[in-house]
């Protein structure tokens, strides 16, 4: 069974300051692990994703997480907030590549001027 | 590439009335998949694919049936709409696998049930 927790339903930064999305996972085995983003009416974009490479995992946009296994976290992080960054986020799971992707519940990025 | 296209955009039906929902990618990926979006509940697996032929479901399944006679396309039919199927509906592809590689989504195809 796989199961993934976004802690944050909202956040709201400043402009220029660091964004953290936080999401926990459960997972029988081997995860591999996503962030997507998705702007007001559209479809999902792949923001990075770790698949048992480097713990650190680099994407698009200046976005980053890192993978902590002792603590079953994958948090999404970037140093400095854009207005354009303002958007919905997923954290999502999977299982030793099976086919069945679960999705967390999502957290509502707001940039501030 | 047009990547992958879902027609209609927007659709209202009337409780009992049946439709289906059109996704077609273009990228020759074998895994194709629908998810619906709720507030507050993230994007849930309705069915998938991992090629033509073969299709298995997802985690809510239940009033809807799909079919993969090609690659490209993969139809999600609604046999009789109820309000509780409002939603918003996504089709997605990938590579192979969805578990290793990255989904491609379509635009969404956001349904009113009255």
């Known amino acids: 069974a796989q199961s993934v927790t976004q802690l944050d339903s909202h956040v709201s930064v400043s402009e220029g300051t660091p964004v953290l999305l936080r999401c926990n996972y459960s997972?029988?085995?081997?995860?591999?692990l996503f962030w997507y983003v998705q702007h007001p009416n559209k479809g999902l974009q792949l923001l990075l994703k770790?698949?048992?490479?480097?713990?650190l995992v680099k994407g698009i946009n200046g976005f980053e997480a890192e993978f902590k296994k002792s603590e079953t976290s994958f948090h999404l992080t970037k140093p400095s907030a854009h207005m354009s960054d303002a958007a919905e986020y997923f954290c999502?799971?999977?299982?030793?590549?099976?086919?069945?992707?679960?999705f967390g519940t999502g957290t509502q990025l707001k940039v501030e001027l | 590439n047009a990547g992958v296209t879902q027609t209609p955009k927007f659709q209202v039906l009337k409780t009992g009335q049946s439709m289906t929902l059109q996704c077609a990618q273009d990228?020759?990926?074998?895994?194709m998949s629908w998810y619906r979006q709720d507030p507050g509940m993230g994007l849930r697996l309705i069915h998938y694919?991992?090629?033509?032929?073969?299709?298995d479901q997802g985690e809510v399944p239940n009033g809807y049936n799909v079919s993969r006679s090609t690659t490209e396309d993969f139809p999600l039919r609604l046999l009789s709409a109820a309000p509780s199927q409002t939603s918003v509906y996504f089709c997605?592809?990938?590579?192979?696998?969805?578990?290793?590689?990255?989904?491609?989504f379509g635009p969404g195809t956001r349904l009113t049930v009255t």
């Open positions: 997972s029988s085995y081997s995860p591999s």
């Open positions: 999502v799971v999977s299982t030793g590549g099976g086919n069945k992707l679960t």
């Open positions: 990228m020759n990926h074998e895994y």
């Open positions: 770790y698949t048992s490479a480097a713990t």
């Open positions: 997605a592809s990938s590579m192979t696998s969805g578990g290793f590689y990255e989904q491609y």
């Open positions: 694919s991992v090629g033509a032929g073969i299709t």
